[in-house]
């Protein structure tokens, strides 16, 4: 941590001192996120199995691993759309899963949620969808929400489009908007579900760029569910991978590149050979051949 040194001008002293012992104050924070012994299935498949992970506060978070690992529904677990069997999850100093209806909404106004597939409502103009939270959860008036929505489109580049349906929107457009919908309200984090699928070079590069911006600018805490390793990697502060239940490692990108963990390796690495299987669980070629049960 920078040192802060003692000036002969004492009003600048004090200043440095509190400055310093805002800092450390920051450092020792507890995570925005606690997830402690989690454990979740869906009928006999196991998703989690005792996980643990915690998301720290201003930071971007990724929960990376290969499809089907269960990153979309760590989100739903976090946001209260999903009750675990067993395990808790802690969100802002609350158990997410013991509170009641209005006060679960209430926490989830200070969540904004990128979907993977944008999810704007298709009768809705690129303005109104963007305002629809601020209509919804606030009181204020229409020249207010009108400014607010211009503001948080000219965040994401596109105040010139706030007139076009999300039918006139190209793949990466209708993403940054939902990006501006997802921020209307000021939200203490945003979870990104899958934000750079099916989207071009330019587009991701894009993105790439806006959740790191937005996230250090408006200081909120981001999770990002993702297998995109390379873009993930370029803004992630910590990444957590998680395959068959578990966590299997977790640590700063550059930490994760170079683990001597195979697994870990070959995912991050995009190697086809290695701990995970090419084939999937069958009988052997025989008894599938010749019709014999075994």
């Known amino acids: 941590m920078r040192e802060y040194f003692a000036f002969a001008d004492p009003v600048r002293n004090k200043f440095c001192k509190i ?10 924070q507890p995570p925005l996120i606690k997830i402690r012994n989690l454990s979740f299935s869906r009928g006999e498949k196991v998703i989690f199995d005792g996980i643990d992970v915690d998301i720290p506060h201003g930071k971007i978070t990724a929960i990376m691993g290969p499809s089907g690992s269960g990153k979309t529904t760590l989100l739903k677990l ?18 997410i899963h013991e509170l009641g209806t209005r006060q679960l909404f209430k926490l989830r106004i200070r969540m904004g949620m990128l979907f993977q597939s944008g999810a704007l409502l298709t009768d809705l103009s690129v303005y109104d969808n963007v305002a629809y939270p601020l209509l919804e959860h606030t009181a204020l008036p229409q020249s207010m929400i009108r400014k607010l929505v211009l503001m948080k489109l ?3 580049g596109l105040r010139g489009a706030h007139d076009l349906m999300p039918s006139e929107l190209s793949g990466g457009m209708a993403r940054r908007v939902a990006l501006a919908r997802a921020i209307a309200l000021d939200p203490m984090m945003i979870l990104y579900d899958e934000p750079f699928s099916g989207q071009d070079p330019i587009s991701m590069g894009v993105l790439v760029s806006l959740i790191r911006r937005l996230n250090d600018a408006a200081r909120m805490t981001s999770v990002v569910v993702s297998h995109d390793v390379h ?26 590149l170079n683990s001597k963990k195979p697994w870990t390796r070959q995912f991050m690495l995009a190697q086809a050979d290695g701990p995970v299987p090419f084939h999937h669980p069958a009988p052997s070629l025989e008894a599938d051949f010749l019709g014999r049960a075994e």
């Open 78 to 95: 976090i946001s209260g759309q999903l009750t675990p069997q067993s395990g808790t999850v802690e969100v802002d100093g609350q158990h």
């Open 19 to 28: 400055k310093k012992l805002t800092l450390n104050m920051a450092k020792k």
């Open 154 to 156: 000219e965040a994401v």
């Open 231 to 256: 873009e993930t990697a370029s803004i992630a502060d910590l990444i957590y991978v998680i395959s068959e239940g578990r966590v299997i490692e977790h640590g700063t990108p550059q930490a994760l």
